[in-house]
């Protein structure tokens, strides 16, 4: 038998699984921590607290968080004192994620069955979705 075969494969493995969880040891260090999200509450006691609305809108962005307010809500966060401009910027965001919605909505209706199986495209148009903005409707074509 040829052992130096043997104990060279050996080497080699063990290389490669030292490579392994020296590679994977670096992935468990860049642990970045979640932020968590903004609530409504939240908004309003920064909002009495004297924070201007650039901040407050900064605090939204960086905590990646959509609002699904309703107008009642909307009413409410201004009369507890809400600048107006955090309430667009949170109107925006919950208008933009209706659009992804409506665009994977529509993305999925363009898949089509035809005479040659399952297809996508070509004997299909795409269909319009709305979205409403300040009670009209938009139309959008995927």
């Not at 409504?40 to 901040?55: F, N, R, Y």
């Not at 009369?79 to 933009?96: A, I």
């Not at 089509?112 to 903005?133: I, K, M």
Request: aromatic share 12%.
């Amino acid at each position: 038998m040829n052992y130096s075969l043997r104990a060279c494969s050996a080497r080699n493995n063990l290389t490669t699984a030292a490579a392994a969880m020296l590679l994977l040891s670096g992935c468990a260090s860049m642990d970045i921590p979640e932020r968590q999200p903004v609530t409504l509450e939240q908004i309003v006691a920064l909002a009495k607290e004297g924070k201007d609305a650039v901040s407050i809108i900064k605090d939204i962005k960086e905590s990646r968080t959509t609002y699904d307010v309703m107008a009642s809500q909307y009413a409410k966060l201004s009369r507890d004192g809400v600048p107006d401009q955090v309430l667009d910027f949170m109107q925006y965001g919950q208008l933009m994620s209706a659009e992804r919605q409506g665009r994977r909505n529509a993305y999925d209706d363009l898949w089509f069955s035809g005479r040659s199986g399952w297809g996508y495209g070509g004997l299909w148009q795409p269909r319009a979705y709305f979205v409403y903005v300040n009670g009209r409707p938009h139309t959008r074509y995927w």
